[in-house]
């Protein structure tokens, strides 16, 4: 079964983030850079990606508390429909629709409802990282 | 265009590309540059413009982070 076989690749430990390229599918195929945080529930797209991929998130239905370092507010929690890292694809992924600042040089954050759908090991001693 | 390609030729740059070819990772290999900006949302507005594609790419061809820079992320107050 597909799902169970391990892909493993190498980072640079060094790097102040580990970023990775995300296939989210809806309307159309979108590859965006995610910097990998373990930390947070919700994948994080920017608005103008959840566009393009056919989500409406000015009418989003259900809207959460994001708890920031400058406060509380509200943002749209949308389904998608796959999100695909390293070959490993989860369907109906859990995201939140908001911006990063610009220099933060990535599309979004790939967060727990993604990963939860499988083991993560990072293995900083010798620099790899594992999903399975 | 391979992404190496892009990174050399638009340097410090966001692109929104065209995905011609991923490899077995799903990660791009071969991508058709639609657009090359050094403002993000320039080419965040050009993305929602898209119609006719069905396979798009959105990265960042500099070191992320800078050098000199850490990173926290945060919501905009």
């Known amino acids: 079964m597909q799902w169970l076989s391990m892909v493993k690749v ?4 060094n790097q102040p983030v580990i970023v990775l390229d995300v296939a989210i599918k809806g309307k159309v195929i979108e590859n965006a850079k995610m910097a990998l945080d373990t930390g947070a529930t919700y994948i994080m797209i920017p608005w103008k990606i959840a566009k393009v991929l ?7 239905k259900e809207r959460i508390d994001m708890t920031t370092a400058s406060g509380v507010e509200k943002v749209p929690l949308m389904n998608l429909e796959s999100v695909s890292v390293l070959g490993k694809t989860a369907h109906n992924v859990k995201a939140i ?3 990063l600042p610009q220099r933060s040089y990535v599309d979004g954050l790939l ?3 993604f990963l939860r759908n499988f083991n993560l090991h990072l293995n900083f001693g010798e620099g790899y990282l594992e999903l399975e | 265009m391979n992404i190496e390609e892009i990174k050399r030729i638009y340097k410090d740059e966001w692109i ?10 799903n990660r791009p290999v071969d991508v058709e540059v639609i657009m090359h900006s050094k403002n993000r949302d320039e080419v965040y507005d050009a993305l929602e413009k898209i119609r006719d594609k069905k396979h798009l790419c959105t990265f960042y061809t500099g070191k992320i982070p800078e050098k000199g820079y850490a990173v926290a992320f945060y919501g905009k107050g």
């Open chain 1, 54 to 60: 056919g989500l409406e998130p000015e009418v989003a």
């Open chain 1, 111 to 113: 967060e727990l409802s």
């Open chain 1, 10 to 13: 190498n980072f640079d430990v």
């Open chain 1, 97 to 99: 629709i908001h911006d």
């Open chain 2, 16 to 25: 929104l590309g065209e995905v011609n070819l991923s490899d077995e990772l």
